[in-house]
């Protein structure tokens, strides 16, 4: 009632089976958004310590993100994210929906970065569908760095023709992955209209060691 969303191919997500919706990333509040307009349940991973706090905040933001659909996951590379791939396999495997953001992290100046193979690796690996979702405005409705949302943009969420990926080939190819992946950052950019990027979107680096290994050749899973 206060946004008035616009909410376009809800029609689109498939209502069984399993399904990644791949969004672009704007704003804290697209976790929200994505879910609470889809057509069926969509659960996502959420920073574990949104679930570890104590007290009464603590309380609330545990109740909150669970009623939400959110599962709680430690970030970081090595051992956490291969605990973050087994999360999303297993819900997968269950046949339910997840949403994941392909660039990794939100887009602090409004562009479209390249997308990350692990999105790609997930659906190839299980055979989801993945539907292509692109968000307008929620960086307007609430900026990084936000405590709360602004009241008077509106925001829109469009929800893309479901693409099978299978054709690319198996999940151990590093090719096949790559070219899934630019397929769905393609989807996206047609729904959003944004700027692109041409570039990964990573945390500057915080040694020398961290610089090399974003300018040598590798797959950003």
Do not use: C
């Not at 029609?11 to 994505?34: C, E, K, Q, W």
């Not at 603590?58 to 599962?71: C, D, V, Y």
């Not at 829109?156 to 299978?166: A, H």
């Amino acid at each position: 009632m206060i946004y008035r969303p616009r909410i376009e191919g809800r029609r689109n997500v498939p209502r069984t089976g399993p399904v990644i919706l791949a969004s672009n990333h704007l704003s804290f509040i697209d976790s929200f958004l994505i879910p609470a307009f889809a057509p069926r349940p969509v659960y996502f991973l959420a920073k574990s310590t949104y679930f570890e706090g104590s007290g009464l905040s603590g309380w609330f933001s545990r109740n909150f993100f669970t009623a939400i659909g959110a599962t709680p996951v430690e970030r970081g590379a090595g051992q956490a994210a291969l605990e973050a791939l087994d999360q999303q396999r297993r819900i997968l495997a269950s046949g339910r929906a997840i949403a994941l953001y392909p660039e990794g992290t939100r887009s602090l100046d409004g562009r479209l970065y390249k997308g990350r193979t692990g999105v790609a690796f997930l659906a190839l690996e299980t055979g989801a569908q993945v539907v292509p979702v692109g968000l307008v405005g929620t960086n307007e409705a609430m900026p990084v760095g936000a405590k709360w949302p602004r009241m008077s943009p509106r925001v829109t969420v469009r929800y893309g023709e479901p693409i099978d990926l299978s054709a690319h080939g198996p999940a151990t190819s590093g090719r096949a992955r790559r070219l899934a992946t630019d397929e769905i950052m393609a989807a996206i950019h047609a729904l959003s209209g944004q700027e692109l990027a041409d570039a990964y979107n990573e945390a500057p680096a915080a040694n020398p060691v961290q610089r090399l290994k974003q300018v040598l050749p590798h797959e950003r899973r």
